[in-house]
């Protein structure tokens, strides 16, 4: 079968100089689940932002579908970001918009611009609307459609950052860290909707997690990078001591126990200029 993403002999060196990630080879199935483990540096965020071009490879190939996407721009791109969407450790909705504007924003697809107008609400058709209401029933939060995003916890607005992903109708989703600032009990609930997404839309999902028992719970496959390489490519019930020991090192005790929430930098092209990450890139 076709992979939904491939990879091969990917790489990415930033400034020219510092190499995140080399000559990383993998095929990625529709439907797969996978997480991305790793000490903090390894280059997991890396790789996921290759995966939907948010960043641009300087090595190797990236294939969606049979279509090759190394390179692509404008509407091609977008396409890519519509297909494969991200969520991330800090949510990133649109604070200022409701929910459901926030959901709406990823039935947007291609119409280009109207995300940014101030009151998207009358833009859309009831056909859009229901659909966006569907998306939140989807992931147990349709009551609070109407409350502005920061009202949420962040439990629910990561809920909300995965509804407007099933609007968008993704066919891939990463997740970056996405329960690194959550509470426990949120952070399950977050896990759960992304395996029952994966089983009944058959979305494929690849996350990078800190936490090793989450990763092993909720991954058939588990892929560990070192020091940017990939030298782990296992199904989760072989994962063993040795095996993590080789991927973490000294620091394999903190992967294994439960941490308090994980708050690594986050290394962002666009910091200091208007957040894009928080408009669903497919708009862009
Ligand atoms: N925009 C950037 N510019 C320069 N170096 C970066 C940038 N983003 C990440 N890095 C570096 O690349 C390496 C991998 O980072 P990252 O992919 O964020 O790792 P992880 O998500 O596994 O913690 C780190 O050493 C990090 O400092
Ligand atoms: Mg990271």
Redo the contacts with the bound molecule.
């Keep these: 079968m076709t992979p939904v993403l491939k990879a091969t002999g990917l790489g990415m060196t930033?400034?020219g100089q510092?190499v995140?990630?080399r000559d990383l080879s993998i095929e990625i199935q529709a439907r797969e689940r996978i997480a991305v483990i790793?000490?903090?540096?390894?280059?997991?965020?890396?790789?996921l932002r290759l995966c939907n071009r948010l960043l641009t490879p300087t090595e190797g190939r990236l294939q969606l579908d049979a279509q090759d996407i190394t390179h692509a721009q404008g509407r091609e791109l977008r396409m890519v970001r519509r297909r494969v969407g991200m969520v991330f450790q800090q949510f990133n909705l649109v604070s200022r918009l409701t929910v459901l504007d926030n959901v709406l924003i990823g039935t947007l697809g291609n119409r280009r611009g109207l995300a940014l107008l101030p009151s998207l609400w009358r833009q859309f058709s009831a056909e859009d609307r229901a659909w966006a209401l569907h998306c939140l029933r989807e992931v147990e939060i349709e009551h609070l459609a109407m409350k502005r995003a920061t009202e949420l916890s962040g439990g629910q607005q990561q809920r909300v950052a995965i509804a407007r992903l099933l609007a968008q109708r993704a066919d891939v989703i990463l997740a970056d860290e996405p329960i690194a600032s959550l509470d426990p009990r949120s952070a399950e609930q977050v896990m759960n909707i992304l395996s029952m997404i994966n089983e009944t839309h058959g979305v494929a999902v690849i996350t990078?997690l800190h936490q090793v028992d989450v990763a092993t719970s909720f991954a058939h496959r588990i892929v560990g990078?070192r020091e940017?390489v990939m030298v782990m490519d296992t199904t989760a019930d072989k994962l063993d001591d040795t095996l993590l020991e080789h991927l973490y090192g000294d620091q394999l005790s903190e992967a294994q126990v439960e941490t308090k929430p994980h708050t690594?930098a986050i290394?962002d092209?666009s910091h200091g200029r208007m957040n894009h990450a928080a408009v669903p890139q497919a708009v862009l």
């Design positions: 930033y400034a510092f995140a990630l790793g000490r903090s540096g390894a280059g997991k965020s890396t790789f990078n990078l940017g690594e290394h092209e």
